[in-house]
C-alpha cells in the first residue's frame, strides 16, 4: 500500500504530519550551513540543530511503535555524559551540513509515513520508557505516539521560525 492510496485517518496523519514537516523545513530556505548551526536567541537552539532534533526524536517514536520503549532507552538512568552526548542533536557539529541534515529528516519521514500506511494497528499500545517526564506504568497507542511526533514537529516549526525571523528577518507565514 502506498501513502498516496490512503483515506480516512491514516491519509488525516499523514497530510498533518506532511504540513508541520514543511513549515519545519521551510525555516531553513536559502541559508547556508553556517547560517543553519547559528544561535539567534538566548536559546541553544539553531535551525540546524531543530531539524536533528526532530529528525531523532521521529526516528526514535517510530521505533518506538514497532519495538517498544527499549529502543529508547531509561532516560532516569541517564548519565552528565549521556545528556552531553543527547545535547548534539540540538545544534550543528563539524561536518555537518543542511543539507545533510534535511536529506536525513526526509530519509526518517518517508520511513514514519510508510509505518502508518503499513501498520496494522494504530489502536496497539507499548509501555513508556522510563523518564521523569512519563508518568509510570503508562502506555501509548501509535496513533497517540504519531499525534506526539507531530505536535513535537509543529512545536519545533515554531521554534524555528523564531529563529529565522532572528537570523535575518524571514518568515514562514505573514
Request: with cysteine; aromatic share 6%.
Amino acid at each position: 500500500m502506498t501513502t498516496e492510496s490512503l483515506t480516512g485517518e491514516r491519509a488525516d496523519l499523514l497530510e498533518m504530519l506532511a504540513k508541520h514537516r514543511h513549515f519545519l523545513r521551510f525555516t531553513t530556505r536559502d541559508l547556508t550551513d553556517e547560517q543553519a548551526g547559528l544561535r539567534t536567541t538566548v536559546s541553544e537552539l539553531c535551525l540546524g540543530g531543530l531539524i536533528k532534533h526532530v529528525t531523532a526524536a521521529e526516528r526514535n517514536w517510530a521505533a518506538f511503535i514497532v519495538d517498544g520503549p527499549s529502543v529508547m532507552g531509561d532516560f532516569t538512568a541517564m548519565t552528565e555524559a549521556d545528556w552531553a552526548r543527547r545535547a548534539d542533536d540540538f545544534r550543528m557539529l563539524p561536518g555537518e551540513t543542511l543539507a545533510g541534515v534535511l536529506a536525513e529528516y526526509a530519509e526518517v519521514a518517508r520511513r514514519t509515513d510508510e509505518l502508518v500506511a503499513t501498520l496494522p494497528d494504530l489502536g496497539a499500545t507499548q509501555p513508556l520508557p522510563k523518564a521523569p517526564w512519563f508518568q509510570a506504568e503508562t502506555e501509548w497507542s501509535a496513533r497517540r505516539v504519531l499525534l506526539h511526533i507531530m505536535a513535537e514537529t509543529a512545536q519545533h516549526a515554531g521554534h524555528a521560525d523564531i529563529i529565522r525571523e532572528s537570523l535575518d528577518g524571514a518568515k514562514s507565514m505573514g
